[in-house]
Each structure stands twice: as structure tokens, then as C-alpha cells.
């Protein structure tokens, strides 16, 4: 389908949706109602997606809107409507099942949103300023909450408070679009000025979260094609390197690393051999020198500021004495010991579960020194979790 | 800054001038007319130093939107009492960036906090114009923000432009031929700023807060994306430092390669993110070469058969990297066509390898290699010519020659940006290809230079 059938098919959904719910309600106006639905059918081929969120509908503040402006029975036809022409609009998920529980979702989420705003403002007889306010957040938070449930049943995860960004800007622009349309006791009231224009900034988030997406995903591609050169080349036994990253990563957050933290450790999991596609051949029937190898990385990453956190864990990762007055239960220190575990632990095992007692046996009993027991421990943890080994005494 | 001794005092008594003569405003306006809501001033001058301080510098360097949303708001919310004060208040507000203040940068916060107050003061008297009756509805409000909106840029352009000139010692018409019309996309801000205002006007202060947010999210957003892209920078500068740390002869070259596709890119009209797609593509073409081992690809003059056989198990290495890159795969089919030297003319893969493939062509040509001195510019055009629809695009060979010679930029032989030292030298003679060393003998004349 191309853009502008898809465009008119939009228009002719809301149209259709609305012109149905004028019949049973003098809630908006017919042309109102129509740019309405079809923005609800538009939006939701849209979607807000964070990096460490499951993805939220931009349909979502529409939906704010429609309970305000929408009496409820012509709210229940056009989100009926609206989210069944967005389903079949829609380019994923390709299989009908999906598609079909996707569009349930939405229209229980609307529901949610709905009873929510209902029970809030018919709790008392003054509809006061603050009581509509509360109505509209209490929609807001009740849509956000019946997603995250139907999350939670999907994927079995929930998405922690600090990646609640793009919840607030979809609930405030929400509740703001709402308020613009209709006003408070007829004061405010800009019709559909409001949600275009207070859209504005929801659709700079949206764009903002797209461009680090791409830009996440090009980043994340770049280093792990570099991070499988020297694996390509023979250098590096094949699949080490994002094995040692999955790893670290998870022992990373065990550990309780921010996110940055995390990012800076991955990079330098994928890149640690890096440095191995530059040196000059070895003399035949020697290997490289992991120091030398570890040492040229960190050179080669440090030499962009962007990556320079990267190149002193992997730096520190061979760091076998550590310097005095160096802590290193904070910074590069831990990660670097984190990785160097991580690393050390998949050259024992060759990616090969069976062998996992074994190799955590073997790192328990080298020198003191070279390996940090807490980082053990959550390797431990890790390797636990992932039901590779029984759970640590 | 060049002559910015000779000028500088100019430009200091610009600064104090404009900061003076809002300071002035601000005395004679509250001395003659009513006081702001003292609520109104507080909140929303408070939101202008935030908004000016938090700001993310965008690609274009723009910053403006913030304050510049803020100030036209302010017009609304203090048309009724202090038309002109309150305005002028929140403009001076908006110039209060800190890091001027903490590296004593007096004459750039001079600067702001004048030329925002006069800009904003001045919005105001022309919002204070319009009848009130047109204000009334929402309609009428936006209407009347426009005039408003346009005479605040003018104004703000005026400054900035007198600013610029002096500080950079140019003529005031070559700094206004670059800025002009330079900030369109703030336009829309002036009609959320009405909207703000008239909200605040209505339902009081708590419509702040909701606003902010999600403008604050989309900032934080924004400067993670600026964050990431120059991670992903720094990982193309650390791949070309790998690849000129194992052979040094191409020092330079995936920049250049980068460039030349660049400019191509322009004439065809690419956009932005298309642009910066090639860019990164063409610094990542020979990502293959970081497989083959270093005493080969130093090699001096031809490589044996076997030897050829061993840097040729680098292609699918290449493309299995190439593949794995989104951003890359327009130039994976090119790459692969390459490889199976495929070259019969038909083009059916996107046009970003070809570019690509012809700009590593002409600067493998015009530079330096372990096995050859580089090429006349002359002898690299017409072999691109003499190849063109058949191993190389047409287009592609045409755009960049007329591109070079538009520029009247001279490469290749006695025109060599990097020149290397060697420790064996190269031999003077064959045309070679884009890649690691020839094997074919070369049968035509190249002149020595």
C-alpha cells in the first residue's frame, strides 16, 4: 500500500468512525470528531520507542483527547473503529494473531482510560479545575499501567522508573492536548488548535527517540561487526566477543552499573581483541600477546573521546598488578575486572555450558589477585539466573 | 577574530548599549506603568533562565526555540496589565546564560540579555497594537502572533547581525546574506507560545509543569542522540586509525574517499541523513582490508599469485561485516558485484555503492600505494571515462569530475595532500585499481611525474 492510499484510507476510517458516532451523541462536532478519529488511526502507526522501554502508542494522547471531547458512547465507537482500520494498517506484526491481540490491547487500554477519567469525575458533583485535571491523569496513568500489564504478561518485563521518560512526555502532552481541545468550565477552549499545536513537543520527543534509535542501532552494529572482524580473521575463536559482551552485561547489572556504565562495558566487550587485527602477524606457532593485543585496543579506543571510557576498561582489563591508590571497586576498575572475568570465563568454556563448573572452579583457584570476588560472585549470580549452574550456597 | 583588537571596543559599547538601553526600559516602564503579577514574572522568567541554560545546542546551532516560545507567551499572559514590562523582563531573563557569567564572558551576556529584553519589548508593542476584540478568540490570538513573532526575529536579527559583523570584521551584508532566514523553524514555537500564554491566562500556573515535561524530555532525548552520534563517530576514527595502522600508505584515504562521495551526494540532492549515510559508509568501505594480514597489505610492488589468493579471502569477510551494518547495505550489493567482477553495466544496486566505488577508484588512483607513485589527476579522469558504464556509473564519474574541476581542486601527482615516506619506493608506473595491488600487467603509457 503506498502513502497516499494508506493516507486516504486514515482519512476514510475517521470519517467513517465519526460520521457513526454523530449519530448517537451531540458530544464534539462531526468535523471535529472526524480529524479526531482519523488522528487516533494516524498516531497509531506511530510509537514512542525508548531505549529501554517497551515501545508507547503516540495514539495514547489522541485517546485523552476523545475522553474529553467524546461522549462515551461515541468515544467506544470510534475506538472501536479507529484502532481496527489502524490494525489492518498497520506493517507489524505481520501475523494475524498478533495483530489481532495488539488491536484487544488498545481498545482495553482505551477502555481502561475511559473508566478511569469516568469514575474520577463523577466522584464528585463540582467538576472543579483540579478534579478534571485529576480525571485526565488518572486516564493518562490508568492507559500506561494496562499496557505495561499486558507487557509484563508479553515479555515478562517491566520497564524500571528511570526509563519513564517518555511516559510523563505522553501523559502530560496528553492531558494538555485534552485540556486545549475542550477547556475547563469553557475556559482554554482552542478547539483543535490545542492538540495540534500542544502535540508539538510529543512529536520532537518522538523524533528525538527515533533519531537515537537508528543512531543506537547503527553504533551498536558498527562495534559488533569490528568486535567479529577479528573473529572473521581468525584471530579470535568465532562468537567470543558477543558472548563476552551478553555476559559482562549481565554481570554489569547485577552489579548494579548505570546505564552508561553498562554501554561504555559493552563496547569494550565487543572491541577488547580488537587491537589483534593490527599487530603484525605472530611468528608461526606463536600467539599474540593478550597484553600487547588488550594495550593496542585501548590505545585505538581512547583515541576518540566518545570511546575513551571504553578503552580504560579494557585497558584496566589487563591492569594484572593494581596500581596503588587505584580503587577498583568503582569505574573502569570494576568494569575492567568485570570484563576481564567475563572474558576469561568464555575462553574456559568456549561458549560451551557443560564446561561452566568447571571454569568457575578454575577462576576461583587462580592467584588472588587476578580475579575480584565480588565480580566472581556475580558471575556466579549470573550463571545461576541463566540456569546454567545450580544457584551459588 | 582576526581583528578583533581594532574593533573590539566597538563591539564592547554595542553590548553595553543594548544592555543599557533594556536596563532604561526597565526603569522608566515600571516608573510610569503598572507593576507585572509578580507570580507571572517569577514562573515564567524562572522557566526562561532554565530554558536558556538546559539548552541543547542543535546541528544548525540554533537554541533560540525556548525562549523565544517563552517570550512570545509572556506578550499573551501580560497583555492586560504590563504590556511592555513583563516582556521585557522575561527577554532579559532568557539572556541570563551561566557559563557567560562563570567565564566572565561579560560582553556575550551583556549582548543577550539586551538584544532578547529589546526583541521581546518590541514583539510586545506590536502585539499591543492589534484591537482587543481581535484578541479575544483564539484565532484572532494567533493571527496577532505572527506580526508579533516576525518583529522579534527582526529585531533579534538586527542585533545579531551588527554583533557579528564586528566581532568577525566582515561586512554587515555578508553576515546577513548567511543569517537571513536562517531560523523558519522557529515559527511554530510563536503559536505554542500563544497557547501557553492564553492557558496560563486562563487556568493559572500549573499548566507549566505539563508543558515543560515533555519539552524537557525531548531535549534529554536529543542530546543522547548528539551523545551516540559521536560515539558512532569515534568508532569510524578508531577503524580508519586501525586501517592506516596497518598500512600506511592509505593514510588519509577514507576521508578523502568520504569527502569526494560527499560532494557527489550534494549534487545529486541527497538529504541529510542520506548524506551522513554515505559518509559513514565510504569511511567503512575497506573495513574488509582489517583481516588481511599486515605484511601484505605493506607489501611493496606486486603481490605473488598466492599471496593475491590470500588477500582475496578478505571479500567475503568484507561483505559478512558489510552485511551486518544496516547503514552499510546500500553498498553491499556494489562491494559484492566487485568481488565476482561482475562489472557488466547493469545497475540494479543502490546508487550510494557506486558512488562509493568510483571516489575509491579516483583516489586510489591519484595517491600514493605501496606498489605505485600516484597518478596525474588527467590519467585518473580519463580512465574513470574510458570505464564509465561499464565498471563504474556514468553519472557518478561525470558528477565528480565536474565536481573536482567546479571546485579547481588538482590531486594526484604533485598535488598529494599526505605524502608518504617509504621505506622501499614504490615503482612509477600502472594504473592499479581501487584495490590491494594489481596483477595484470598494464598496458598503457603513464607519464612520470
Given at each position: 500500500m503506498t502513502r497516499t492510499q494508506r493516507l486516504l484510507a486514515v482519512i476514510a476510517a475517521g470519517a467513517l468512525a465519526a460520521g457513526t458516532a454523530a449519530l448517537v451523541g451531540n458530544g464534539g462536532t462531526i468535523v471535529d470528531l472526524v480529524l479526531l478519529s482519523a488522528a487516533l488511526v494516524a498516531t497509531e502507526l506511530f510509537e514512542l520507542r525508548p531505549i529501554d522501554r517497551a515501545p508507547l502508542s503516540l495514539s495514547f494522547a489522541v485517546v485523552m483527547v476523545l475522553v474529553r471531547a467524546a461522549t462515551p458512547m461515541q468515544f467506544v465507537i470510534i475506538v472501536v473503529f479507529g484502532y481496527l482500520v489502524a490494525a489492518g494498517l498497520r506493517e507489524s506484526p505481520k501475523r494475524l494473531g498478533q495483530r489481532s491481540l495488539l488491536y484487544l490491547e488498545r481498545v482495553a487500554e482505551a477502555a481502561v482510560a475511559l473508566g478511569a477519567y469516568r469514575l474520577i469525575l463523577e466522584s464528585e458533583d463540582r467538576h472543579t479545575t483540579r478534579l478534571v485535571l485529576g480525571a485526565l491523569a488518572g486516564a493518562a496513568v490508568a492507559q500506561i499501567v494496562a499496557s505495561d500489564v499486558f507487557t509484563a504478561i508479553r515479555e515478562r518485563r517491566v520497564a524500571s522508573w528511570r526509563a519513564r521518560g517518555a511516559d510523563l512526555a505522553l501523559a502530560t502532552s496528553g492531558i494538555l492536548m485534552a485540556v486545549g481541545y475542550e477547556g475547563i468550565h469553557g475556559q482554554g477552549r482552542f478547539g483543535l488548535w490545542g492538540p495540534l499545536l500542544f502535540s508539538i513537543p510529543l512529536v520532537a520527543a518522538w523524533y528525538s527517540f527515533e533519531l537515537v534509535a537508528s543512531t543506537r542501532r547503527g553504533f551498536r552494529q558498527t562495534i559488533g561487526a569490528l568486535g567479529a572482524a577479528a573473529e572473521l580473521g581468525g584471530?579470535?575463536?568465532?562468537g567470543h566477543s558477543e558472548r563476552v559482551a551478553d555476559l559482562a552485561s549481565e554481570m554489569g547489572i547485577d552489579l548494579g552499573m548505570s546505564t552508561s556504565e553498562l554501554h561504555d562495558l559493552e563496547t569494550a566487550a565487543l572491541l577488547h581483541h580488537f587491537g589483534a587485527l593490527c599487530l603484525d602477524d605472530p611468528v608461526d606457532g606463536e600467539t599474540f600477546d593478550p597484553v600487547e593485543v588488550a594495550a593496542l585496543s585501548a590505545t585505538m579506543l581512547r583515541t576518540s573521546d566518545a570511546l575513551a571510557p571504553a578503552g580504560d576498561i579494557v585497558a584496566a582489563e589487563h591492569s594484572w598488578h593494581r596500581p596503588p591508590g587505584d580503587d577498583p571497586s568503582a569505574g573502569a576498575g570494576l568494569a575492567g575486572q568485570v570484563l576481564k572475568v567475563a572474558s576469561a570465563f568464555d575462553e574456559l568454556t568456549d561458549g560451551r555450558d557443560e564446561h561452566a563448573d568447571w571454569a568457575v572452579e578454575a577462576l576461583y583457584t587462580g592467584?588472588?589477585?587476578?580475579?575480584?570476588g565480588r565480580v566472581l560472585a556475580a558471575l556466579e549470580r549470573v550463571l545461576a539466573a541463566r540456569e546454567v549452574r545450580a544457584t551459588p550456597l | 577574530m582576526a581583528n578583533d583588537r581594532g574593533r573590539g571596543p566597538l563591539l564592547t559599547a554595542l553590548c553595553v548599549c543594548l544592555a543599557l538601553a533594556a536596563a532604561i526600559g526597565v526603569v522608566v516602564l515600571s516608573a510610569t506603568g503598572p507593576t507585572p503579577n509578580l507570580t507571572a514574572l517569577a514562573v515564567l522568567g524562572l522557566l526562561c533562565v532554565f530554558a536558556a541554560n538546559t539548552s541543547v545546542v542543535l546541528p544548525n546551532e540554533s537554541a533560540l526555540s525556548a525562549s523565544f516560545m517563552l517570550a512570545i507567551a509572556s506578550i499573551v499572559v501580560f497583555r492586560d496589565e504590563a504590556q511592555l514590562l513583563g516582556p521585557l523582563a522575561i527577554g532579559m531573563a532568557a539572556g541570563i546564560y551561566l557559563p557567560h557569567v562563570t567565564e566572565r564572558e561579560w560582553r556575550k551576556l551583556l549582548f543577550n540579555i539586551g538584544s532578547l529584553g529589546l526583541s521581546a519589548v518590541a514583539a510586545a508593542a506590536v502585539y499591543s497594537i492589534v484591537p482587543s476584540n481581535v484578541v479575544e478568540s483564539v484565532g484572532g490570538q494567533l493571527a496577532a502572533a505572527i506580526p508579533a513573532a516576525l518583529t522579534y526575529s527582526l529585531v533579534n536579527f538586527v542585533c545579531l547581525v551588527c554583533a557579528l559583523s564586528l566581532a568577525e570584521d566582515r561586512r554587515v551584508r555578508d553576515v546577513a546574506d548567511e543569517l537571513?532566514?536562517?531560523?523558519?523553524?522557529?515559527?511554530p514555537f510563536a503559536l505554542i507560545g500563544v497557547l501557553l500564554g492564553r492557558l496560563y491566562v486562563d487556568l493559572g500556573a500549573w499548566v507549566v509543569p505539563l508543558f515543560v515535561a515533555p519539552v524537557l524530555i525531548a531535549r534529554q532525548a536529543f542530546a543522547s542522540y548528539l551523545a551516540l552520534r559521536s560515539a558512532q563517530r569515534g568508532i569510524l576514527e578508531t577503524l580508519i586509525h586501525a586501517l592506516e595502522a596497518k598500512d600506511h600508505y592509505t593514510a588519509g584515504h577514507a576521508e578523502r574517499v568520504a569527502r569526494y562521495a560527499r560532494l557527489i551526494g550534494v549534487e545529486l540532492g541527497f538529504k541529510t541523513r542520506r548524506l551522513e549515510r554515505l559518509h559513514q559508509a565510504a569511511l567503512m568501505h575497506?573495513?574488509?582490508?582489517?583481516?588481511?594480514p599486515n605484511h601484505l597489505l605493506k607489501k611493496p610492488g606486486k603481490l605473488t599469485p598466492e599471496e593475491f589468493d590470500h588477500v582475496r579471502r578478505h571479500e567475503p569477510v568484507s561483505l559478512e561485516l558489510i552485511r551486518r551494518i544496516d547503514f552499510l547495505l546500500p553498498i553491499a550489493p556494489t562491494i559484492e558485484a566487485e568481488f565476482a567482477d561482475a562489472?557488466?553495466?547493469?545497475?540494479?544496486?543502490?546508487i550510494e555503492g557506486r558512488i562509493i566505488a568510483v571516489c575509491d577508484a579516483y583516489d586510489a588512483m591519484t595517491s600514493t600505494r605501496a606498489y605505485r607513485r600516484a597518478l596525474p589527476q588527467e590519467v585518473a579522469f580519463a580512465e574513470l571515462r574510458d570505464k564509465a558504464g561499464g565498471q563504474f556509473d556514468a553519472e557518478c564519474v561525470e558528477t565528480l569530475i565536474r565536481v573536482l574541476e567546479d571546485l579547481g581542486e588538482q590531486h594526484g601527482a604533485g598535488h598529494e595532500a599526505d605524502v608518504t615516506e617509504f621505506d622501499v619506493p614504490p615503482p612509477s608506473a600502472g594504473i592499479g585499481s581501487a584495490g590491494l595491488g594489481d596483477l595484470e600487467s598494464d598496458d598503457r603509457e603513464v607519464p612520470t611525474p
Open positions: 584471530l579470535v575463536r568465532s592467584p588472588g589477585y587476578v580475579y575480584d | 537571513w532566514l536562517g531560523d523558519l523553524q522557529i515559527y575497506d573495513v574488509g582490508k582489517l583481516v588481511v562489472a557488466d553495466g547493469e545497475h540494479a544496486a543502490p
